[in-house]
DNA sequence: TTGACATGCAGGTATTCGCCTGCATATTAT
DNA sequence: ATAATATGCAGGCGAATACCTGCATGTCAA
């Protein structure tokens, strides 16, 4: 897994709102996910490329139509292998902050 | 919460690399985590100046030093607000997408 | 007070990013 | 066959990014 594809993946809104529309409704055609993203298609097309290349989006040809469906592996796995680490600690760490905020 | 700043600040990993070394000892000065970092130093401030505009690490100067502690509050909240939508249907989204990959 | 140390600030540069326009190709419908 | 539709590809452009160097400021210790 390459959490740096996938975390700059989700560093645009443009990308992040793409998911939601796939989430609500897979499979979702290039035209069809445009209509909701006031931007040019060659645009869009660059965003689907780019959560594609993180695995986060896997597409299936249809005749002249393309489909999108979501891929949830890759953001399992960073939330597995990258937040649950800091969730862990999550509350001694909180401590040391406010601790030190407080003049520690 | 500014989730385009969390995950833009997470979309890098030298930074992502900082929130670890502050993980493994939380409060470490800039001098202590430049020395793990193969940089200038100038260039591990603006880094560290981006997770602070993200609200992921907080600092508490002593003298002349600059203290670094990670703030795990944001990405909790990203965590709670974005992803775990997605965990939610992950069964079903990884269903959709085997069911097309095997031409359904 | 003076020198060493820790950090801040300004600016320069090459690369990447996010958007666009224009044109090409492939598929479906008439 | 032809026209309409859905997508692909190439290139351009301004802004942001990630790195750097050089110099300034603030703090501690001798």
Chains 1, 2 share one sequence.
């Not at 390459?2 to 998911?19: E, I, M, Q, S």
């Not at 993180?54 to 939330?79: D, M, Q």
């Amino acid at each position: 897994m390459h959490a740096d594809k996938v975390f700059k993946a989700l560093g645009d809104p443009t990308r992040r709102k793409l998911l939601d529309l796939l989430c609500e409704k897979n499979g979702q055609t290039l035209g069809e996910l445009c209509e909701n993203l006031d931007m040019a298609r060659q645009s869009a097309t660059q965003h689907l490329g780019i959560l594609e290349e993180a695995n986060l989006v896997s597409t299936v040809r249809r005749g002249r139509e393309k489909l999108h469906f979501i891929n949830p592996v890759p953001l399992h796995e960073v939330y597995e292998r990258w937040v649950r680490k800091f969730e862990r600690q999550r509350l001694s760490l909180l401590h040391d902050l406010k601790k030190e905020l407080e003049g520690g």
